[in-house]
Nanobody
Framework: QVQLVESGGGSVQSGGSLRLSCVAS????????MGWFRQAPGKGREGLAH???????SYADSVKGRITISPDNAKSTVDLQINSLKAEDTGVYYC???????????????????????WGQGTQVTVSS
């Protein structure tokens, strides 16, 4: 059974940084692709970042330049570094994994909630101004 567990959320002031981690059990990074999503209060789930088994990445335009998705093989996690946090970054951040990956360059598919087979429970990030 696949289980994804996120950690690293919390409260931070605007302009600060956070590093979120996703630990997977029953699923190994490299099996497929993984992504990070955000759900702001009252909004739908938004794709932020995607990484494939070759460590190629793609990002949503709304956060490009401020976030980095990366695997940490030593800790068996896929991390999301978020810099220059803004109040609008507030929300629940989810890690997700998929067995079948989209064609590289198909960012729309990579950042769509459709196609992901497994989801974590989420970690709350609150940014105060």
């Amino acid at each position: 059974q696949v289980q994804l567990v996120e950690s690293g959320g919390g409260s931070v002031q605007s302009g600060g940084s956070l590093r979120l981690s996703c630990v997977a059990s029953g699923y190994t990074y490299g099996t497929g692709c993984m992504g990070w999503f955000r759900q702001a209060p009252g909004k739908g789930r938004e794709g932020l970042a995607h990484i494939d088994s070759a460590a190629r990445t793609s990002y949503a335009d709304s956060v490009k330049g401020r976030i980095t998705i990366s695997p940490d093989n030593a800790k068996s996690t896929v991390d999301l570094q978020i810099n220059s946090l803004k109040a609008e970054d507030t929300g629940v951040y989810y890690c997700a994994a998929r067995l079948r990956c989209p064609r590289y360059g198909d960012n729309w598919s990579a950042l769509s909630v459709d196609g992901y087979n497994y989801w974590g429970q989420g970690t709350q990030v609150t940014v105060s101004s």
